[in-house]
């Protein structure tokens, strides 16, 4: 399975270029330079506080690094702000789940839609023809992600109403809709039980497989991303001590101190 994977991985999409963070006194990121390539699922693990969250809001342009650069599909970008990362085709889940509660289930993940759905805005207010097909093409495409998931049964069920795991699923669903070329995951296992993990690492590898989606993961449990992930990077108190394949990086001394030295 390994090397049939290896085989659809393509060049570099995502190249992030000695990036340091910090807050005030804080360094929560120093000079971490790693690269993520096209169809790979790559992750980032560390103990607490290590800085993982910290790179995802680097990536997508929610925090700006006093130093570094980003590059992704070939553009340069000094700074990255959320609305360009959206634009260009970066999507991500969040672990304080962002899910309006009350809404349905179709709903919430239609919300993932509405970045594709600006393009119609102007035929949509005068209500030409076309804003319709629109609309129906869009929910189409929403359904498909919906049966995709495996949530069909609660299409129309307010989401709050729902146990954690399907939760879970759902806001992956409302990122799979803005159809991302990069899709960041922020601990999309934490909190669950282990049939639950069982069951979304089998939808982070067929999102990869069917979809053809990169996918950028930050997990502070070494073992779930282990089975999935093509490379790891490990974060310790926001340097890189760690980079390469699962073997590789079990195997890094330094990794090794890193999880045994700290409660988890
Ligand atoms: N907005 C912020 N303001 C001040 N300090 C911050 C901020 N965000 C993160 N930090 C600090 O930066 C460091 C890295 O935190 P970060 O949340 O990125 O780590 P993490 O690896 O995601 O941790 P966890 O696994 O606990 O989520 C920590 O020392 C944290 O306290």
Known sequence: MMNEREKQIGDVILDMQGISLSFGGVKALTNISFNVKEHEIRAIIGPNGAGKSSMLNVINGVYVPQ???????GNHFN??????AAEM???RTFQNLALFKGM?????????RNLRMKSGIL???????GAEKEEIRHREFVENIIDFLEIQAYRKTPVGRLPYGLQKRVDLGRAL???????????PMAGMNIEEKQDMSRFILDVNDEYGTTIVLIEHDMGV?????DRVVVLDY??????????????NEEVIRAYLGVEH
């Open 225 to 229: 991303v282990m089975d999935i992930s």
């Open 79 to 84: 700074r990255m702000t959320p609305r360009r």
């Open 238 to 251: 926001g340097k890189k001590i760690g980079d390469g394949t699962p073997a590789e990086v079990r195997s």
């Open 89 to 91: 085709g970066i999507a």
């Open 104 to 112: 349905s289930v179709l709903d919430n993940i239609m919300t993932g």
């Open 67 to 73: 130093e570094g650069g980003i590059q992704f599909r």
């Open 177 to 187: 809709a803005m159809e991302p070329r990069l899709l960041l995951l922020d601990e």
């Open 123 to 129: 035929s949509q207010a005068f209500r030409i023809f």
